[in-house]
């Protein structure tokens, strides 16, 4: 029963045209992931080891689950504060939602949608995208990314109280 229920508000939500692209599909493969005989499987196989580095350089590890967002990943070990990013919704990202991921990383994710490449660009100064850069609210983990490299470019001036 529960399983049909987010099944049926997964297709709800893959057909709202203002939600962004990524969110949708991150929607869609959690319900038919729900479906399949894994979605009981321990918490301990969803567990996703990463290393992220502050704006000191020093290297922390993270751990997240898989279908959880970077963001929510780095929130919860204090790398990046809840407070700066409002629900994991695209039109809400600040700079601190910003990541810079290695390049090894970056060809396992799928393409920066329309909408966090503009997200981006509003958040440089310069204007100009870096190829290392993504919205932490957007990168989904999964298990593909065990050993991810990211890290934390320094707090933007006008994002300092």
Known sequence: MAIANLQRFASQIARNPSLSSSFRSTITR???SSSS???????ADRIVKLSAIDPDGHKREVIGLSGQTLLKALTNHGLIDPDSHRLEDID???????????QEWLEKLPPASYDEKYVLKRNSRARVLNKHSRLGCQVVLSQELQGMVVALP????WDIP
């Open 30 to 32: 959690s319900s038919a």
């Open 37 to 43: 005989p894994s979605a009981s499987a321990k918490v």
């Open 92 to 102: 809400a990202c600040s700079a601190e939602c910003e990541v810079h991921i290695a």
């Open 154 to 157: 320094e707090p933007k001036p």
